[in-house]
């Protein structure tokens, strides 16, 4: 489903045309803003307007990067220090006013708080400019983790920002997105590809995320050269839609689905360009065939562990099948494929592995004892593996889907999808591209920095752990 | 509110009488169980079913802690390493079958779990077991924490475990609670509180939690002399229950709060044989009043810091005076008393610190950018001062109370009020003593191996981060 069809959500699309926006709203109904996403008309770019508390560390790097992104930039009056760097950087920057009009996005450079006492800083910045942020805008706080703080006091209350973005998630609708990014000391440097992501229309389903950058020595060649991208599952759904994003970017994908569908294969495969490589990754040589595959073409580029299954029963009345089948297809496939890759060299440098986890591995859902474990699995499989991605060159890292408008969740009761749907930030279901685009994200030359970690695409779903 | 009297919740009292109970399912409303918590006459001692998969390492724990406590237990067939664990303790065990009847607990050593193929012993254990655990039951499950597992497939396995309590919690209904516990490799000699909480009625409104306990260098004296336990904001609502329920156990209670309350708080103390310590908390010279009293009785063994306050607003609607308050008391106090606390030898030998935080500090919650910050700013401290206060002999730990029945909530309108009662695994809201039970057993003398944690006292709340 590519983001300009309409989203077969018919409540969204009726509150947002002119009589039932009015009716919603005189009967104090919901009602959801349309998320913006690439490629839509309704996408441009605005202002962003930066804020910094004393000590910000980051601002430096702001400019660097907002300069090489035309952006842009207002400065809250605390913020003198933001005007300084823009300007050393050639950036245009004005002092934030009444008369100033609406913003794209606030931008506030947290990580110099140190005290209770700086947090007045936060403080005054949200409370003067988030009436300014138009509707599909962004929010992002910029702090350190707080194991990195000096003080149990800096520790403290870098931690308290995460109750803070995720409380300003929920209160600012409009379809605008929060995330906390923490920047570790040393990796200041490699903030490019997330800021540019946070930024963008392709962000627009992943909101209330803590996401942190760490220092990374060495620098990779960001490189323009066509890379080669193999998706699991990616003959239809969630999949295609994944390999469809990086084939418009200019990737070569490797479309892997099961045998019996080597005709769905076949087709994505040709419509976009790419190869098929119709393979059970349960079967007892797929590891081997897959690293075959990856030594005749020169080794992948971007790996994504996107195939999975249900078999949902409670755990009174599941069948061991039940059980065995999705362990072998949602967890055993993708450890062995990257054990596999990683040690036999199937994986080019700066190389990107992304797994797709679930909310449901997050939060444990009714009927899903095994998917859920498979789920929570990889969320534990990506944060081990790192330490060997990162020795290979690599970064190995997951996504965890909310609620999704996919066939599936088509036919899933009224009521039950309805719930699904608004019970998020957004009020509204996420679509395959959403997931796709924050899996490119993960899998940016420049995303070197973010490695063994999951992060939601739920509009921050209210459901959780 | 002691446990024994009407909860304030109808509708859980109306389905848990008999026209009510049957109409209910009659209709197909929900009917949650009523939970029985300690003291409650309902409660009573049923056998506990062991299971275990292979190279399970804490049966021997297990045993020697059961004996302690005159359990009866049964072994599932694929356990029969437990029953030689238990005949080596003294203890009876019978072989489950469909004649055993009802079970009370259900307690699974996956520690031994390396690989996928290992998890189909979870799957049999409770596949064949789960419908044996009657109402108010207990499910445990027993792991060890994935980084020390020794391949990436086993630290892989071992997290997955939690997604697979996660959802089983979510299922089981009946007011069972499901936890995980994480046992570090050679703190298996340090389970003994925790295992006592969690099959305890004690842990009624505790569910879907992840709990760790690490290795302890030193093993500390239990003792059984009077301990001094001061809680903060104690004169009434959840402060006073926890100061309840430390002088039942026998403690000498400090009740600490506001001078404005000061007849209250000479009230309570009065009636629970304790200390009155009228004090602002956000006064200047506060900690170094706590510390003086600290040394005028011989330092304490336990600090609740429990005080805490709401100025609800969205951030653009909030005052200066709204967030600076909400710092001062939840934030500022309790980090201030912490540290001269532990840099002024305030804690006597085996000390423990428990802060309260929120579930609104995980979450996030609209209106409550300010308490929320400061909520999860709690979770930041305790984790970080966790070294130290190890070092110094002590533990520090946070609750994270999810929705308690009080006079605040009392006072929610009707419809939001329901949905945070039910929202739920239990289907109903959580009571001060719930929350109280669980700072005591965190506050244990037992409880060394349990240090830097934050567990929700929720019911297994559907709503997180």
Known sequence: MSSGTPSGDRYLDFVNGPVGGLLAKRLGLPTPVRLVRNGDRAAKARPVLVGAAKGARLLSALAVNFAGQHVVSFYHHDAESWREAAEEHGLMSGRFGERSGRVGALVFDASGIETVDGLGALYRFFHDSIRAVCPNGRILVLSIPPESAGTAEAAAVQRGLEGFTRSLGKEARRAIAVQLIEVAPGAEAAIGSTLRFFLSPGSAYVSGQVVRIDAESGQYASGTTRRTVLVTGAAQGIGAAIAELFSARGDQVVVLDVPAMADKVAETATRLNGVGLPLDITAADAADAVLQHARSCGGFDVVVHNAGITRD???????????DEVMAVNLRAPLRITEKLLAGGGLRPNGRIVCVSSMSGIAGNPGQTNYALTKAALIGLVKRLAPAAREAGATINAVA?????????????????????????????????????????LADRDSYGVNGQTIRVCGQSLLGA
Chains 1, 2 share one sequence.
Request: charged share 25%.
């Open 313 to 323: 029963r409670t755990i009174a009345r599941m069948e061991r099948a039940g059980w």
């Open 401 to 441: 889907p909310g609620f999704i408008e996919t066939r599936m969740t088509a036919a899933i009761p009224f009521m039950v999808r309805e719930a699904g749907r608004r019970l998020n930030a957004m009020g509204q279901g996420g679509r395959p591209v959403d997931v796709a685009e924050a899996i490119a994200w």
